[in-house]
């Protein structure tokens, strides 16, 4: 398999983890004290894309209790986050065209050579 196939499969593979991961941040936005992650997305040596999963420990909006106490909100920004799953299906749309575009290129190359 040509070496740009396998890097658009990895970059789809590592679109679609960025984009569980921030779906993740979002449906538990409303839990008390939880704590988001973040997807980074990394070329390896290859040219391929890779996934680190990492925690954000920013603490999340004090409110104070009827008793007094203070509670910790989630640390979820979900303009922020929303924002990054509009990005990110966007990116994965662009590497799904790109992995077409190629194998038609190669379909091409294969009937013009016989």
């Known amino acids: 398999m ?3 196939v396998n890097n658009s499969i ?3 593979r590592a679109f679609a983890i960025k984009q569980n991961v921030t779906a993740n ?3 538990n936005s409303e839990n008390q004290g939880f ?3 973040r997807a980074v ?3 390896d040596s290859t040219g391929a894309v890779t996934t680190k999963i990492l925690p954000v420990n920013t603490p999340g909006t004090m409110i104070s209790q009827p008793d007094g106490s203070l509670e910790e909100t989630s640390n979820v920004d979900l303009i922020q ?3 990054d799953m509009i990005t990110t299906r966007h990116a994965y749309e662009a590497n799904l065209k790109a992995l077409k575009i190629s194998t038609e290129m190669e379909d091409t190359v294969l009937d013009l050579i016989g």
């Open 2 to 4: 040509p070496l740009s």
């Open 35 to 37: 704590k988001k992650s």
């Open 10 to 12: 990895s970059a789809l």
């Open 81 to 83: 986050d929303t924002t």
């Open 25 to 27: 941040n979002i449906a």
């Open 41 to 43: 997305l990394e070329e």
